[in-house]
């Protein structure tokens, strides 16, 4: 079974390439991917692999079934939305559309998931169980696409008994893979923050109540909540990176807003904080004379990754790719909405090396010059094939 997946990715290669190239040139925002749902289902229909359309608005989910397709069910999940970048590559396949990248590697992990999809119908026949391809949308803009297609019931009929989904990883080289058990990615909710005072000359600021004091002791109290309030042993970020005062050098303004993000491991902690935070903003701005409010967006929830489902594909990609090749990971702060899918059913979520080499990083992921090397698309497609089949017949 290796050798024939490895075969056909191979053959599969300047293929997968040309549809990461069309996807990347024709990027769409969060829930506005409908060009890129048409060509996913063309490529599902060129296959012959049936699907439904219209899961959470644009999403795309594919079926192909094995000898005995009841024995078991494992998805595999790609997401397809691009961000509001303008590209700065200059490259021929460079994005069409203003202002929007796929900057974050989506386009790699469609494409790669339809090459997988290709691989897997051509083996049908030589695996037990069933395959259910979920192209999601709406990955990088709240409440998550994931979210939303779990609603409408993508885990059912049939209910898969694990999901296994990649994301490219600019930090290693291509032909190597990172992974790690238990927990991986932090949740991540968004902070907006109104601070109401009085606004006037500031050269009399005493017939004034000052926002920008008040914002300012505000989010250096916050910080106590993380450091005095949760446990050391839990990670937890609290960061505010907008502020907003709109006043002068002479004019002190009516309100501030605030937008920050809070991220951490632990939900009951998580839930305690937001509580704590916004008791200490509105007792912080009534102590100074003003008003707060402090509104939280909930976001993400934080990711686990299965220890079964993870030790089984990490034998898998021992087996594709060699121990070398086969990268332990740290905790990361950033969020992922495939954490919705692993709180339902058993997931593993990993990392796609897409360096030249392992002495040059690709540009940051979210950045304008965002690229990959494009041999991780076989690697990519491999994988997800092979350690699909794996773990069906686990």
Not at 32 to 53: A, D
Not at 353 to 361: C, H, L, P, T
Request: glycine share 10%; net charge negative.
């Amino acid at each position: 079974m290796r050798d024939k997946v490895l075969g056909m990715s191979s053959d599969l290669k300047e293929k997968v390439t040309d549809i990461r190239r069309k996807i990347h040139q024709n990027p769409e925002l969060s829930f506005k991917e409908y060009e890129t749902s048409k060509f996913v289902q063309n490529e599902l229909e060129r296959i012959g692999v049936s699907f439904q359309t219209g899961i959470a608005g644009t999403g795309v989910v594919g079926l192909i079934q094995g000898k005995n397709p009841e024995s078991k069910v494992v998805a595999l999940r790609a997401d397809m939305d691009a961000l509001p970048i303008q590209e700065e590559n200059d490259i021929s396949y460079k994005s069409k559309n203003t202002g929007v990248m796929h900057a974050c590697g989506h386009d790699v992990h469609t494409a790669c998931l339809l090459g997988s999809a290709e691989v897997l119908n051509s083996l049908r026949e030589e695996f037990n169980g069933t395959v259910k391809l979920i192209f999601q949308p709406g990955e990088e803009r709240l409440p998550g696409g994931a979210s939303l297609m779990i609603k409408d019931g993508v885990l059912k009929n049939p209910s898969p008994t694990g999901i296994i989904g990649q994301h490219v990883y600019p930090e290693l080289p291509v032909g190597k893979i990172g992974i790690r058990s238990g927990m991986y990615m932090a949740s991540c909710d968004e902070l907006h923050v109104e601070i109401i005072g009085k606004g006037g000359h500031a050269a009399l600021p005493h017939l004034c109540i000052d926002p920008v004091l008040i914002a300012s002791q505000i989010v250096v109290a916050l910080q106590q909540v993380v450091s005095r309030n949760g446990n050391p042993a839990t990670p937890s970020v609290l960061s505010f990176g907008k502020v907003e005062a709109n006043g002068a050098t002479n004019i002190l303004p009516d309100k501030v807003k605030l937008a920050g993000t809070f991220r951490t491991f632990d939900e009951d902690w998580r839930m305690r904080a937001h509580q704590l935070m916004k008791e200490m903003a509105t007792g912080i701005a009534i102590s100074m004379g003003g008003q707060c409010n402090f509104d939280i967006g909930v976001g993400y929830p934080f990711l686990s990754n299965d220890q079964r489902i993870s030790e089984t594909f990490r034998n898998s990609a021992l087996e594709l790719l060699g121990s070398e090749n086969v990268v332990d990971l740290d905790l990361r702060m950033t969020a992922e909405d495939f954490a919705y899918f692993a709180q339902e059913i058993p997931g593993c979520f990993y990392r796609l090396g897409v360096a030249a080499s392992e002495n040059e990083k690709a540009p940051g992921l979210h950045t304008s010059t965002f690229n990959v090397d494009e041999s991780a698309l076989e690697v990519g497609m491999a994988l997800m094939a092979f350690s699909c089949v794996k773990e069906l017949s686990h």
